[in-house]
């Protein structure tokens, strides 16, 4: 179940050949923030090596292309979607329309390049590699919870890729067990810094959800997507604040 998550967040695949169901992806959303712990350290480890052979400016540009390629843009995606929505003038329908609109529009590209700008200067502003590396962990398993919190009180706009999920992380078992992973992983790698860090983008991710509920009556796929990147983006920023 872990694998096949973990596989569904990345481009790494679990098996040749293998084909991703999104049933079983949904009833195993409660390991996102796992995944997203073991994505970071994969980054993270990148920014380790990187930083020692390269200047800083250059590892920076180095650990954010890495983080595309690993998770295979998929969020990003999202989010340039999710701009595009909630600037389209209109009724939700016509929300829904531009954001399921293949071509990014002028929002959606402002926002990939606030959020680039944003990264990069989260990361070029760790002074300390072994300091990023932990920040690098501790971001992705916030962004990894911050979907499941948005699913397991949300309810989908639409029925489409959305559905399995908000249906299966009603159960309050699941969401015990993604709360435990989580503060537990975050406390033992950044402590109550790491901590505050995770309250104040779970406030962000409901503000996105308010967003969502106004623009297009729920969230959806790229509600999801998006909302990764901005806590992403929001932990690293903070975390790099504390770090200073």
């Known amino acids: 179940s872990i ?3 973990f596989s569904f967040l990345t481009i790494i695949p679990t098996s040749r050949g293998s084909i991703i169901d999104l049933n079983v992806i949904a009833k195993n959303m409660h390991y996102f ?3 997203g712990g073991i994505i970071g350290l994969i980054v993270g480890l990148i ?3 990187s930083s020692i052979f390269l200047p800083q400016y250059f590892s920076s540009l180095i650990v954010l292309v890495t983080l595309a390629i690993v998770t295979g843009f998929h969020h990003i995606d999202a989010l340039a979607d999710f701009a595009d929505g909630i600037m389209k003038k209109g009724d939700r329908q016509s929300k829904r329309k531009a954001m ?3 071509y990014v529009g002028s929002a959606g590209a402002s926002a990939l390049i606030i959020n680039f700008i944003g990264l990069y200067i989260a990361v070029l502003n ?3 590699p072994i ?3 932990y920040a690098l962990i501790v971001a992705e398993i916030i962004s990894k919870y911050v979907m499941v919190m948005q699913a397991s009180i949300g309810a989908s706009a639409w029925s489409g890729l959305s559905s399995p999920f908000t249906v299966e ?3 309050r078992t699941k969401v015990t067990i993604s709360i435990i992973i989580t503060v537990a992983l975050i406390f033992v790698i950044e402590g109550i810094m790491g901590l505050l860090t995770l309250g104040i983008v779970i406030i962000i991710g409901l503000i996105i ?7 297009f009556g729920g969230v959806s796929g790229d509600v999801f997507g998006a909302s990764n990147e901005i806590s992403r983006l929001s932990a690293l920023l903070i975390l790099s604040i504390f770090a200073m």
Do not use: G, R, W
Request: aromatic share 10%; charged share 20%; hydrophobic share 45%.
């Open 3 to 5: 694998i096949s998550v």
């Open 100 to 102: 399921s609109d293949p």
């Open 209 to 215: 959800l308010l967003i969502s509920y106004k623009n």
């Open 47 to 49: 920014a380790l090596v």
């Open 169 to 171: 992380m009603k159960k």
């Open 33 to 35: 923030p796992l995944c």
């Open 131 to 133: 300091k990023l590396f």
């Open 126 to 128: 760790f002074e300390s």
